[in-house]
């Protein structure tokens, strides 16, 4: 596709239920990004995968945030044991650098209930 | 501690006027800024980005300014439309990398 695709784009989980959000960069894009965005609030960095490295996970807020990218194309966050905390809107960005420098685009984003 | 800070209050201001938005930081020296515009329910979208050596950046009706000696954006929209109504965020990136810090954003609200 043209642009960022993410999936599911609604996702409603049970506490303590495992989910996973998909992600589909633009084709041929370097680098990948997760951010994870709470109601009114800006976007968090949460890890940045070059190709199928991951070079910083630095804003995974606990061990139960697991993201891969195998193959450097479609990348996948794991949240496992979710809580009510992790409620938020996920999102993933791309980019066709290796740098920060340039334009990152965004996925429309999966938004994530835990009841 | 480190910051960013954008108007927390809506702007509502009318059609054809210049909106302008601030983004202060503070104990950052980022290399360059970021603009970005989001929708209700849509991810951000990139719209302009300035770097540490250039004072003023401009595409079509928008004009970002940057003066880091202030540790100041400002984010102009001329002739605003109803169309230009939605969240600013401003993004830096504090390590010459990969990870993007962004402010909470602002809302804009153009009425005809």
């Known amino acids: 596709g043209a642009g960022v695709s993410q999936s599911p784009r609604y996702k409603v989980a049970k506490r303590g239920q495992d989910v996973a959000l998909r992600c589909d960069p633009i084709?041929?894009?370097?680098?990948l990004f997760w951010y994870q965005q709470a109601l009114g609030q800006g976007p968090e960095f949460l890890t940045y995968?070059?190709?199928?490295?991951?070079?910083?996970k630095s804003g995974l807020p606990s061990d139960r945030f697991f993201a891969e990218r195998p193959e450097g194309s479609v990348s996948t966050l794991k949240i496992q044991r979710t809580q009510q905390e992790d409620s938020a809107v996920y999102l993933c960005?791309?980019?066709?650098?290796?740098?920060?420098?340039?334009?990152?685009?965004f996925g429309e984003g999966s938004w994530l209930t835990v009841v | 501690s480190q910051k960013i800070e954008q108007n927390s209050e809506a702007l509502n201001i009318q059609e054809g006027k210049t909106a302008t938005l601030t983004c202060n930081y503070t104990?950052?020296?980022?290399?360059?800024l970021q603009w970005y515009r989001q929708d209700p329910g849509r991810g951000p979208v990139f719209l302009l980005l300035?770097?540490?050596?250039?004072k003023e950046k401009r595409k079509e009706r928008l004009k970002v300014t940057f003066d880091t000696t202030l540790k100041q954006s400002l984010f102009h929209i001329t002739a605003s439309q109803p169309a230009d109504s939605a969240t600013y965020l401003c993004?830096?990136?504090?390590?010459?990398?990969?990870?993007?810090?962004f402010g909470a954003g602002t809302i804009l609200r153009v009425k005809s």
């Open positions: 084709s041929g894009h370097v680098s």
């Open positions: 960005a791309s980019s066709p650098e290796d740098r920060g420098y340039n334009t990152i685009y």
């Open positions: 993004a830096l990136d504090p390590e010459y990398g990969n990870k993007l810090v």
């Open positions: 300035i770097r540490e050596n250039e």
């Open positions: 104990n950052y020296s980022p290399a360059y």
């Open positions: 995968f070059q190709n199928e490295a991951q070079l910083d």
